[in-house]
């Protein structure tokens, strides 16, 4: 398995910026892609972004596009909003393709503890 941690949340001001880390342990020589979720009190858990095994495919959910950018150890989160308050979720799913991304919560096998996200108006 590949386990994830997150750390980096945090409260912090509209239009300001944050930085999530994502580290994996376990089995890590194996080829996984990693995804960010997040839930908001009340509301369901939802896709943020994923990147590949590779690095070369990215995705991002359209309310955060030109926001925020994925890589292979972080999440980088500018321009925030009020909105984007959640717990965030890092993500990781072994693979054998080196470029495809997942979006849905039920593709993914191993989840972190969630870090806070707050962002104040």
């Known amino acids: 398995q590949v386990q994830p941690v997150e750390s980096g949340g945090g409260l912090v001001q509209a239009g300001g910026s944050l930085r999530l880390s994502c580290a994996a342990s376990?089995?890590?020589?194996?080829?996984?892609?990693m995804g960010w979720f997040r839930q908001a009190p009340g509301k369901d858990r939802e896709f943020v972004a994923a990147i590949s095994w590779s690095g070369g495919t990215t995705y991002y959910a359209d309310s955060v596009k030109g926001r925020f950018t994925i890589s292979r150890d972080n999440l980088q989160m500018s321009s925030l909003k009020p909105e984007d308050t959640a717990v965030y979720y890092c993500a990781t799913r072994t693979t054998d393709d080196s470029f495809t991304v997942y979006i849905r919560t039920t593709d993914y096998e191993y989840w972190g503890q969630g870090t806070q996200v707050t962002v104040s108006s």
């Open positions: 376990g089995r890590t020589f194996s080829m996984y892609t």
